[in-house]
């Protein structure tokens, strides 16, 4: 919801909810003995393969609409 808008009304609020995704993130990450920084490593290259600085930037179309 959060990372549609363009200015965010109420701060405590977003400050809440990303206290509760990240709360939640970590606690499925130890339950599954998972290293948060190797994983968010991999998934930036990923993301990097997919989609590419020179065609994607500033650009909100689809990956595979471009």
């Known amino acids: 919801m959060y990372q549609w808008q363009k200015e965010v009304k109420v701060i405590e ?4 909810e ?5 709360v939640y993130s970590f606690m499925i990450a130890d339950k599954y003995d ?4 190797e994983i968010i490593i991999t998934k930036i290259a990923k993301n ?3 989609y590419p600085v020179k065609k994607s930037y500033g650009n909100g179309d689809k990956y595979n609409e471009q």
């Not at 609020?13 to 809440?16: D, F, I, T, V, Y």
């Not at 990303?18 to 990240?22: E, G, S």
């Open 13 to 16: 609020r977003l400050k809440e």
């Open 18 to 22: 990303l206290a509760d995704v990240l």
């Open 34 to 37: 998972l290293d948060i920084k």
């Open 48 to 50: 990097e393969k997919k």
